[in-house]
Nanobody, 124 residues
Framework: QVQLVQSGGGLVQPGGSLRLSCAASGRTTGTYTMGWFRQAPGKEREFVAT????????RYADSVKGRFTISRDDANNKVYLQMNSLKPEDTASYYC?????????????????WGQGTQVTVSS
């Protein structure tokens, strides 16, 4: 098993940047595909980004492509989501997740472990 603890997030103006962090304890992040999801009030949880176990494959939702970057530091058991050029529609609770799948999957139910969530609010 792995426990995921998130940090980062907060309030930022449109066009600004934030970096979310996800620290793992228990099994190392290197044994998991890692992903980020988000959920806005009244909406379903949606895929944001994923990175394969080796870090060789990344996938992004069309809505964040070119603005967000997922990365992993397995030596320190951490995964990051760098968010640039933030827009009001990026406002949501963001969740990191770990999957035992060997595929960098965008499907939430393929993820086995979830972080506690962190709020990102983009507003002037």
């Amino acid at each position: 098993q792995v426990q995921l603890v998130q940090s980062g997030g907060g309030l930022v103006q449109p066009g600004g940047s934030l970096r979310l962090s996800c620290a793992a304890s228990g099994r190392t992040t290197g044994t998991y595909t890692m992903g980020w999801f988000r959920q806005a009030p009244g909406k379903e949880r949606e895929f944001v980004a994923t990175i394969s176990r080796t870090g060789g494959t990344t996938r992004y939702a069309d809505s964040v492509k070119g603005r967000f970057t997922i990365s992993r530091d397995d030596a320190n058991n951490k995964v990051y989501l760098q968010m640039n050029s933030l827009k009001p529609e990026d406002t949501a609770s963001y969740y990191c997740a770990a999957s035992e799948s060997f595929i960098a999957t965008s499907t939430p139910n393929r993820y086995d472990y979830w972080g506690q969530g962190t709020q990102v609010t983009v507003s002037s």
